[in-house]
T-cell receptor, first 113, second 116 residues
């Protein structure tokens, strides 16, 4: 069974902390994505990567960075967490250029206090 | 700027009846459209898709209709079942013209509740 695994289901962090969200896929997918889900706003793309060490900004990259040192792992970094980054974070990967290839992880619920 | 919009935050339907979820888009470059379904505490899962060269795609109880001139698509679920209760996201992608890497733009989601 193919999987996208997000390392934590729930996280509570303090304002100003540096936060790492990890995502690992076992499908040899080239593309990986980070979205956040907020009520009334749907899923918004933060960053994506189409190859190792490659990254592209999504629609809301401010306050975030990413790292992709290995094909299977894509990390989202909150450089200095703020309360407005409290959200559900979803990682996805895809094998092809087509959107139906997305496989999502179960999400990380991050609360910044 | 919301390029994909689902204007109904919620929909309530009786079991056995039809559920119709709607989605509008503004970007004329979008040429591939998808519906995803999300249960609480799980990631979204792919449900059905349609290319812009078609106006209808059917898969079992699920049918997606695309009206390109109106930039509107809809998802029909017939008959609706209680297990269909979930959040439904419409998504769009611009596949032709190269550098989208298949990234999806999602709508806000519609919470569907199917009552027994």
């Amino acid at each position: 069974d193919v999987k996208v695994t997000q390392s934590s289901r729930y996280l509570v962090k303090r304002t100003g902390e540096k936060v790492f969200l990890e995502c690992v896929q076992d499908m040899d997918h080239e593309n990986m994505f980070w979205y956040r889900q907020d009520p009334g706003l749907g899923l918004r793309l933060i960053y994506f990567s189409y190859d190792v060490k490659m990254k592209e900004k999504g629609d809301i990259p401010e306050g975030y960075s990413v790292s992709r040192e290995k094909k299977e792992r894509f990390s989202l970094i909150l450089e200095s967490a703020s309360t407005n980054q409290t959200s559900m974070y979803l990682c996805a990967s895809s094998f092809s250029l087509q959107g139906w290839g997305y496989t999502f992880g179960s999400g990380t619920r991050l609360t910044v206090v | 700027d919301q390029q994909v919009k689902q204007n109904s935050p919620s929909l309530s339907v009786q079991e056995g009846r039809i559920s119709i979820l709607n989605c509008d888009y503004t970007n004329s470059m979008f040429d591939y459209f998808l519906w995803y379904k999300k249960y609480p505490a799980e990631g979204p899962t792919f449900l059905i898709s349609i290319s812009s060269i078609k106006d209808k795609n059917e898969d079992g109880r699920f049918t997606v209709f695309l009206n390109k001139s109106a930039k509107h698509l809809s998802l029909h679920i017939v008959p609706s079942q209680p297990g269909d209760s979930a959040v439904y996201f419409c998504a769009a992608s611009a596949i032709s013209g190269g550098t989208s890497y298949g990234k999806l733009t999602f709508g806000q989601g519609t919470i569907l509740t199917v009552h027994p």
